[in-house]
């Protein structure tokens, strides 16, 4: 994203060793994203504009196309920022402004909602042993001091277990 969040300036990089390729332009502010690999789906949100995207995407050799709105966040206030995909194939959605992360099914319907203690959730990510645990990061950036007073613990890093098991985000590194 560009540093003064200018609309369009953004874009998604694949990055591959030393490499970095753009393979989607015109973002506002890039975020997520998040692949289902076994339907060949990546999701990516555009927090600038309150939109979900989906492509078709294909594992084996990482291109994507098809791109496709998926979910629309812009009329309610919202922002879509990190996101991951559980082992049913449900996509999590940590949308700022909403105190809360959105489970959603492949056909967009609304599936679930988990609710924490602050405005801004940033990103969600499962761990733990057996992919059961739920991890939801948040903000106090985007708030102001008398909400980040009624929001003592915005920042903070959040943990539930919603039923569901879904794989860790994966590492990557640079080698040098």
Request: glycine share 14%.
């Given at each position: 994203?560009?540093?003064d ?21 015109g ?83 609304l ?20 992919g ?16 980040r ?28």
């Amino acid at each position: 994203m560009a540093f003064d969040k200018r609309p369009g300036a953004a874009a998604l990089y694949r990055v591959e060793g030393d490499r970095a390729t753009r393979v989607v332009d015109g973002l506002t502010i890039s975020n997520g994203p998040a692949f289902d690999e076994s339907a060949g789906r990546l999701y990516l949100a555009d927090t600038g504009i309150g939109a979900v995207d989906v492509f078709d995407f294909d594992p084996g050799g990482g291109k994507i196309d098809n791109r496709r709105r998926q979910l629309e966040f812009a009329a309610a206030g919202l922002w879509p920022d990190g996101m991951t995909v559980d082992d049913e194939g449900m996509l999590w959605v940590a949308l700022g402004r909403a105190g809360a992360v959105h489970r959603y099914r492949p056909d967009a319907s609304l599936d679930r909602v988990v609710e924490i203690p602050t405005s801004n959730p940033t990103s969600v990510a499962f761990g733990g042993a057996d992919g059961g645990d739920l991890y939801i990061t948040s903000s106090w950036f985007d708030l102001e001091p008398k909400q980040r007073a009624d929001q003592p613990l915005a920042g903070a890093i959040f943990h539930c277990r919603p039923g569901v098991t879904g794989r860790p985000s994966p590492r990557y590194g640079l080698e040098t």
